[in-house]
C-alpha cells in the first residue's frame, strides 16, 4: 500500500486501452485512488486513528513524477520553507523547479503541483540541505530572514556536516553563503 504508478508501469500487460479501463475500473470501485489525470495510488489505511484512506502528498507524487520522467526536481518557494520548518505556511500548489518538461498537475483534492523549467544550475546541489535551505532563503529574501529563523537554520546546520554544506556555496547567493557560514560559527 502507499505505491503510485500509472498505466504506463502496465505497459507488459496488455494493450493500453485495456489497462486504462482496467485502471478506470479499479478506481470507481475504490480499490485504488486517482490522484490526477493518469495518476493512480493504492493508498495506505490508517486504521489506527480511523483516518480512513491516506493519499500520498506532495513530496511523493513528485517525485514518482520525476522518477517516470527521468528528470530532477528541487522543491522551492513556500514549500521549501515549509519543509525546513521555517514557516507553518502549506502552500496550496507546491512548486518545483526541474530539468523536464514544464507543466501543472491538478490534484483531486483541488491543489496542485507546478513544475517549472530551470537551468542546470540549479540542480546541480550534491546537499539536500544546501539546497532547501537556498530555495527557502531566496524566497525569504536577503535581509528579511528572522531571528527565530536563524536559530531554526542553526539548529538544522548542528545536524550536517560543515564542508558537505560547503561544497554547495558556488551555487548560492553571496547573502546566502555570509549567513550560512555565520551561523555554522555561532
Known amino acids: 500500500r502507499g505505491s503510485i504508478f500509472s498505466s504506463a508501469d502496465f505497459i507488459n500487460m496488455g494493450e493500453p486501452k485495456s489497462v486504462l479501463k482496467a485502471l478506470e475500473r479499479m478506481a470507481n470501485a475504490g480499490t485504488i485512488v486517482r490522484v490526477s489525470r493518469g ?21 511523493e507524487i513528485a517525485q514518482y513524477i520525476a522518477k517516470r520522467d527521468k528528470a530532477r526536481i528541487v522543491p522551492t518557494g513556500s514549500y521549501a520553507l515549509n519543509v525546513l520548518g521555517l514557516s507553518t505556511q502549506v502552500p496550496a500548489n507546491v512548486v518545483y ?44 529574501g536577503e ?21 558537505a554544506v560547503e561544497k554547495d556555496y558556488t551555487l548560492m547567493p ?7 557560514s555565520k551561523l555554522y560559527e555561532c
Open 174 to 180: 553571496t547573502w546566502i553563503q555570509h549567513l550560512l
Open 97 to 140: 523547479l526541474t530539468d523536464g518538461s514544464p507543466r501543472t498537475i491538478s490534484l483531486k483534492s483541488g491543489r496542485g503541483i507546478k513544475f517549472i523549467k530551470t537551468a542546470p544550475k540549479n540542480l546541480a546541489f550534491k546537499n539536500k540541505l544546501a539546497m532547501l535551505l537556498t530555495f527557502a532563503l531566496k524566497e525569504i
Open 143 to 163: 535581509g528579511n530572514v528572522t531571528e527565530d529563523q536563524k536559530q531554526i537554520i542553526k539548529n538544522l546546520l548542528k545536524n550536517e556536516e560543515k564542508l
Open 39 to 59: 495518476i493512480y495510488c493504492y493508498p495506505k489505511i490508517d486504521k489506527f486513528l480511523g483516518l480512513g484512506v491516506i493519499c500520498p502528498t506532495f513530496e
